[in-house]
């Protein structure tokens, strides 16, 4: 486990678009302070402590002690005054890592703690996206939607499912009950909400079998279109959807279909520039294969639906280009 690099305060925002207060039933949580357009970059805050070197379970509280006396007195006053999960269960600078952590990447075994970003609270349909962006070593907070003067800042501990399933596991791992605006919704909007994230997670590893993307590409373009179409419905903004145009993205270069595949990677990239900023992997890598889609390592397969990148249809309407876009 290592300290920051740079423990230096970062000029999160200018304006400042939030502030951090005392939310009843929550502890401290973030509010916007005026409107905030989708897109924004709310928050890039380099860690004040990693996970990288950590050894051993048994000396971490140890290593920890020894770090926070390395780091400046607002640094270790900031780490200190963050959340405990558990408390009464010992080890407390650990505890604190286990409910505040943020993996610093897609999967990575590493993780950091944050003095604003480990305050925003969590709900099932966030305000926000956080990522971590490595080449500027900075993890960032983008809205993902329009955000009103006093309204909460969020962001999401656990993406998707039904809300039983969240519900159980943010009470097992984060030790809360989700009151958020999707887990109280009335009863009957509730169990449609619940039937329409089940649907999208069978729908979602549909699109994923291989023998089916190259024997019949149709169908499992109609899946991401009726994926598209859930998380329109459950107002869903989150990396969920990037993922779903990336899937549509290399079933069309899977079959030589260019010019739907520089369309979908333009999609793409537009929902990692949301989510995520411009200068993030996805959004740069994306703007290479809508140019020339036959460099992702997708192209290839076949050539059942072959056309060129200038085939993309020009002057036509969004609901004909639509239509085009998804075969319909």
């Known amino acids: 486990m290592s300290p920051s690099q740079d423990t230096r305060p970062s000029d999160n ?19 916007a302070t005026q409107a905030i357009p989708p897109g924004t970059l709310l928050f890039h805050e380099k860690p004040l402590l990693t996970t990288e070197t950590l050894t051993s379970p048994d000396t971490t509280e140890k290593q920890l002690a020894q770090l926070l006396r390395g780091l400046p007195k607002e640094s ?19 505890n604190i890592i286990r409910s505040n952590a943020y993996p610093l990447g897609p999967s990575s075994p590493i993780g950091g703690i944050f003095k604003n970003i480990s305050r925003i609270n969590h709900s099932c349909l966030p305000t926000t996206q956080h990522s971590w962006n490595p080449k500027r070593q900075e993890f960032l907070v983008h809205a993902v939607r329009e955000i009103k003067p006093g309204e909460e800042i969020t962001t999401s501990y656990h993406v998707g499912g039904p809300s039983s399933e969240r519900k159980a596991e943010l009470k097992e791992y984060f030790k809360f009950d989700c009151s958020c605006c999707l887990c109280s919704l009335p009863a009957a909007k509730l169990r449609k909400s619940d039937a329409r994230l089940i649907r999208a997670a069978a729908l979602d590893q549909a699109i994923g079998h291989a023998e089916t993307v190259m024997r019949n590409p149709e169908k499992v ?23 779903m145009y990336w899937d549509a993205f290399q079933i069309c270069n899977r079959h030589g279909d260019l010019a739907r595949a520089s369309a979908f990677a333009k999609k793409y990239r537009e929902s990692k520039i949301l989510g995520e900023g411009e200068d993030s992997e996805g959004a740069v890598e994306a703007l290479v294969f809508m140019k020339d889609p036959k460099r992702d390592d997708s192209y290839g397969g076949s050539q059942r639906w072959k056309s060129k990148v200038e085939d993309i249809p020009k002057g036509v309407s969004d609901e004909e280009f639509e239509k085009w876009l998804w075969r319909e």
Do not use: M
């Open 221 to 243: 373009l109609r899946t991401c279109k009726s994926l598209e179409t859930i998380y329109r419905e459950e107002g869903i903004k989150d990396q969920r959807i990037g993922r």
């Open 13 to 31: 925002s200018s304006p400042q678009f939030w502030e951090i207060k005392p939310i009843p039933g929550k502890g401290q949580g973030v509010l």
């Open 76 to 94: 270790q006053r900031a780490y200190l005054s963050l959340h405990n999960n558990y408390p009464g269960q010992g080890s407390p600078l650990s």
